[in-house]
């Protein structure tokens, strides 16, 4: 059992508790709310593509009116919930994260072996956040989560899926590591980032991800998408 949180606060506070048996794998979350019933209804999608002043001019005002609590991730990072679930730790405040196994995951087998790494340092929302000064941040995740993952599971650095979110489904920087072979939810080509991409992209222009279009998909439901639709963006 656990706790978890999306960006439209439809999880928070919410235990999801999840197993597999066979090859059925069930996730129920209760108590269901409105928002709960909404997510995952199957609903019509649209393709954003942000530009570096759509993030300046809509998205990240959207972001900062929005009351997205993300006391629960700093909850795990001080260690007053899931202590007993980090796999690793690298302490330092700028440069160091926690890495826990994600809620989808029961840990029992390695097939669709799920991670996540959260970094310590506060106040990076996101890729948008990134510049060349998070290299050593990023680095640090990249390195010592696959050694952490290759002595805990036996999974090398070359059968590993590491990727971050766009748009993030929390607002404070977090690193996914998946399974190679499993097809991981959000490991869609128009929301995950490859950690090494990014590294690479950082190095060649520290403001790259201010700079950049990022392309991504948003539910009919999500208040996001209105904000595009009233700025004649979609």
């Known amino acids: ?80 919930a899931e202590a007993d ?33 959260i970094c310590h340092c506060r106040g990076i929302k996101s890729l948008r956040d990134l510049t060349a000064e998070h290299l050593p941040l990023l680095k640090n995740i990249s390195r010592e989560g696959k050694e952490a993952i290759v002595k805990r599971f036996g999974i090398g650095g070359a059968q590993l899926r590491v990727y971050l979110h766009y748009q993030p489904s929390y607002y404070h920087l977090h690193v996914h590591f998946t399974a190679l072979g499993y097809d991981a939810p959000g490991c869609t080509v128009e929301r995950a980032h490859l950690l090494s991409d990014v590294i690479d992209h950082l190095e060649r222009d520290s403001q790259y991800y201010q700079k950049c279009t990022l392309t991504f998909a948003l539910r009919a439901d999500e208040p996001l998408l209105k904000k595009f639709q009233e700025a004649g963006r979609v």
């Open 85 to 117: 679930r980090i796999i690793y730790e690298n302490p330092d405040p700028a440069h160091g994260f926690v890495l826990i196994p994600d809620l989808k995951w029961n840990q029992k087998q390695v097939d669709d072996l799920y991670l996540i790494a």
């Open 1 to 80: 059992t656990g706790w978890r949180e999306d960006r439209n606060g439809a999880g928070f506070n919410s235990p999801c508790i999840g197993w597999c048996t066979g090859k059925i794998k069930t996730t129920v979350v209760y108590p269901a709310t409105e928002k709960h019933l909404q997510k995952y209804l199957r609903q019509e999608l649209s393709l954003i593509q942000e530009t570096g002043e759509d993030y300046k001019k809509i998205t990240l005002p959207f972001i900062e009116s929005q009351s997205f609590s993300i006391q629960w991730v700093y909850n795990i990072l001080e260690k007053k």
